[in-house]
């Protein structure tokens, strides 16, 4: 859900359009999907525990990066939090205004190439983003700038790529079991999809540990883990079976990082 860089001014206009289209696509049925939006109150009350956890609980002014539909926005919020939110398709952010309508700055915005000032923030959050970007290094530089001194940054992401034997199995079980029971099967584009994803940088997986490192060398320090299990857990107690297995058929996980 969000701008990306290419190696030249014309291939860079065609990849933009391309993702814009893709993710405006997906807008509509977005929320539907498993893990997308908070469904329930002990699912918004584990996304409170984290965004704690991360930020502490003292109101503070945070960046939703690539926000998609306003959901982190909305837990944000609900914690008291002053929030300017971004997202590349509009057709992602005429569902965030529609829920949150001026309590939030929802603008849109270019995750990889932001137009705000230094040090314009105290918190900078994202979810499943860092996983589709193009030039990490210049999104990373770039979230540096923006945040203040002992600002802190949380990265909600996974492995969308790889898994191992046992999460393959539980995914065939998941798909097996929404077959039987009817469940609803969210379709994309797949070769739209294939396009964008095969110039990801990490089409070949995001791991904890790569990520990481790369934020240590923009600058970060102090990368911890932060419990996104909670998160998961809840998500699972309203879920379809099928759903709830899907959700641990994925390494998934969150991190903190701290401007110094």
């Known amino acids: 859900m969000q701008d990306t860089n290419a190696s030249s001014p014309g291939a860079n206009y065609s990849l933009k359009e391309e993702i814009r289209a893709y993710w405006s696509s997906r807008a509509a049925s977005f929320d539907q999907q498993v893990g997308h939006a908070i469904k329930s109150e002990a699912e918004l009350a584990a996304f409170q525990s984290l965004l704690r956890q991360a930020f502490g609980t003292e109101s503070r002014d945070v960046l939703d990066l690539a926000c998609g539909t306003g959901e982190i926005t909305r837990a944000l919020l609900s914690l008291g939090h002053?929030?300017?939110?971004?997202?590349?398709?509009?057709?992602?952010?005429?569902?965030?205004?529609?829920?949150?309508?001026?309590?939030?700055?929802?603008?849109?915005?270019?995750?990889?190439?932001?137009?705000?000032?230094?040090?314009?923030?105290?918190?900078?959050?994202?979810?499943?983003?860092?996983?589709?970007?193009?030039?990490?290094?210049?999104?990373?530089?770039?979230?540096?700038?923006?945040?203040?001194?002992?600002?802190?940054?949380?990265?909600?992401?996974?492995?969308?790529?790889?898994?191992?034997?046992?999460?393959?199995?539980?995914?065939?079980?998941?798909?097996?079991?929404?077959?039987?029971?009817?469940?609803?099967?969210?379709?994309?584009?797949?070769?739209?999809?294939?396009?964008?994803?095969?110039?990801?940088?990490?089409?070949?997986?995001?791991?904890?540990?790569?990520?990481?490192?790369?934020?240590?060398?923009?600058?970060?320090?102090?990368i911890e883990p932060a419990d996104y299990r909670q998160v998961v857990r809840a998500q699972q107690r309203s879920a379809a079976l099928h759903d709830a297995l899907r959700l641990v058929s994925s390494t998934r996980f969150a991190l903190v990082a701290t401007k110094a």
């Open 82 to 222: 002053k929030v300017t939110a971004i997202d590349f398709s509009d057709d992602m952010l005429a569902r965030a205004r529609a829920k949150h309508g001026d309590k939030a700055r929802i603008l849109s915005g270019d995750a990889e190439r932001l137009l705000d000032d230094d040090e314009s923030y105290d918190a900078l959050v994202t979810r499943h983003l860092v996983w589709t970007l193009t030039d990490p290094e210049a999104a990373f530089a770039e979230w540096f700038r923006v945040l203040k001194p002992g600002g802190r940054l949380l990265v909600i992401d996974g492995d969308w790529i790889n898994r191992s034997w046992i999460q393959n199995l539980i995914n065939r079980g998941a798909t097996w079991l929404r077959e039987r029971s009817g469940g609803t099967v969210h379709t994309t584009d797949k070769e739209a999809f294939d396009s964008i994803t095969r110039r990801f940088f990490f089409r070949g997986g995001l791991s904890y540990e790569r990520l990481g490192a790369m934020l240590h060398e923009a600058g970060f320090a102090r």
